[in-house]
């Protein structure tokens, strides 16, 4: 429903790339990895039941505390069912890499949005290292590995991909010799300063990553930051309802996630970092956010990788932004949770923006939003930036299918309504 203005301060949920990269490193490691701040969403979950099927131990401390008893690089034991990673792309990329090398083999599925992207992204880059996956028609999971020996090699990736690299880099720790992931654009590098704190060595040389083969990991200390994914919901809602002030506590900052707030400023948002400080290899601050009357922009390339997973709710505020905002070069966002490209067009449209579906993106009109039902497409993000327009229509924004929220961000009503936003769920 339509707020009046948005104020006060909350802290953002763990950021879910580095809560999987928590479980899989310390699931590896020698010794017991302590987690802080894991987000207790439904993806990261999926994870850490994919390793506790794999024989390795996890105790709850804490509400987003955990203990993991490393089981050691080559410690993981066969699953006595298939593993289901439900809703969560980074969970069944990443431990295909892992699982490729393992002496057993295992199946991997998911609901039927996982079913349905493209896996051959990184099953064409693993067999090149000696792996041996079936895939389902169209390189889509249910995927069956069977492990087998690896072997290093160099791979230029053809797209801009974290998931892709990282699966690599994790299967390189498996390989004889070295693997080396040359990378055409930036993507986020929590693998890496992971790994790293985890003590395996990387070589890093412009583009290129070399991990060299059965490297030990040592088990490490994890404080997990806010997730800069789950915070852009808020820094668009405070800076386009009017009268708002807001402070996102413990946000991630790296600078290979930003693109959301580089692409936000450019528009005219007013944001500002406080209390910057780094914690276990990663940037942190909290994050000030003020109204603002936003313009539209192009939106530069070389932010798209940076922002990837920000574009739905980017689109609300260019959908309310003077003039006109265009995207170009995120052909990836086709492939997400949904077609998040149409996904979003679909609901700007029936909220009465004008929009122009791009293959590779969209041009959206600046406009006023006016009430409406909307399918989110079981998307959790796509459910999310919508409620968030609700915020300014001219009459109630209705979103069905809004289970999926609880993939990345369990809480988001709560804090929304926290803030001061006007919104109500029903089962
Ligand atoms: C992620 C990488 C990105 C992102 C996803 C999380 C990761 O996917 O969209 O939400 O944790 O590595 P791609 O690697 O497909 O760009």
Request: with cysteine; hydrophobic share 40%; proline share 4%.
């Amino acid at each position: 429903h339509r707020s009046t203005n948005l104020t006060g301060e909350i802290a953002i949920p763990g950021d879910k790339s580095i809560s999987h990269r928590a479980i899989m490193l310390g699931a590896l490691a020698n010794g017991v990895t302590e987690v802080n701040g894991f987000l207790q969403g439904a993806d990261c979950l999926a994870t850490l039941t994919a390793f506790q099927a794999m024989g390795v131990k996890v105790e709850q401390t804490e509400n987003h505390s955990l203990k993991i008893m490393g089981v050691g690089l080559h410690g993981l034991s066969a699953p006595k069912q298939k593993i289901d990673l439900g809703n969560s792309g980074t969970s069944i990329r990443l431990i295909t890499g892992i699982l490729a090398g393992q002496p057993f083999a295992t199946v991997l599925t998911g609901d039927a949005s996982l079913c349905s992207r493209p896996m051959n992204r990184v099953v064409q880059p693993l067999s090149q290292m000696g792996a041996k996956i079936e895939t389902s028609a169209e390189g889509r999971a249910p995927l069956i590995i069977y492990g087998t020996a690896l072997k290093g090699i160099s791979y230029t990736l053809p797209i801009v991909s974290a998931q892709v690299k990282s699966c690599l880099l994790l299967a390189g720790l498996y390989a004889s010799g070295k693997t080396t992931v040359i990378e055409i654009g930036v993507s986020r590098d929590h693998t890496e300063r992971m790994l790293t704190g985890f003590g395996v060595k990387l070589q890093k040389e412009g583009n290129a990553i070399t991990i060299e083969g059965g490297q030990t990991l040592t088990a490490a200390a994890i404080t997990v930051p806010g997730d800069i994914s789950s915070a852009a919901f808020f820094m668009v809602a405070a800076s386009i309802v009017p009268n708002s002030k807001v402070v996102l506590k413990n946000v991630g900052i790296n600078p290979t996630r930003i693109g959301c707030i580089n692409i936000l400023k450019q528009m005219g948002a007013k944001i500002h970092f406080q209390n910057e400080r780094e914690v276990c290899g990663e940037p942190v601050a909290d994050i000030e956010v003020e109204s603002a009357k936003l313009h539209g922009i192009m939106i530069p390339l070389d932010q798209v990788p940076l922002a990837i997973d920000e574009f739905p709710i980017l689109f609300i505020a260019a959908a309310v932004a003077a003039g006109k905002t265009i995207l170009h070069g995120a052909k990836e966002l086709r492939v997400k949770e949904s077609d998040r490209i149409h996904s979003m067009a679909l609901g700007l449209a029936t909220l009465g923006i004008h929009c122009e579906e791009h293959e590779d993106g969209m041009t959206i009109e600046g406009g006023k939003f006016s009430s409406g039902v909307i399918d989110s497409h079981h998307d959790h993000r796509i459910a999310m930036a919508f409620s968030i327009a609700g915020l300014l229509a001219d009459g109630p924004v209705t979103i069905k299918e809004c289970d999926n929220v609880k993939t990345s961000f369990p809480n988001f009503v709560t804090l929304l309504t926290d803030l001061g936003g006007n919104l109500e769920v029903r089962q």
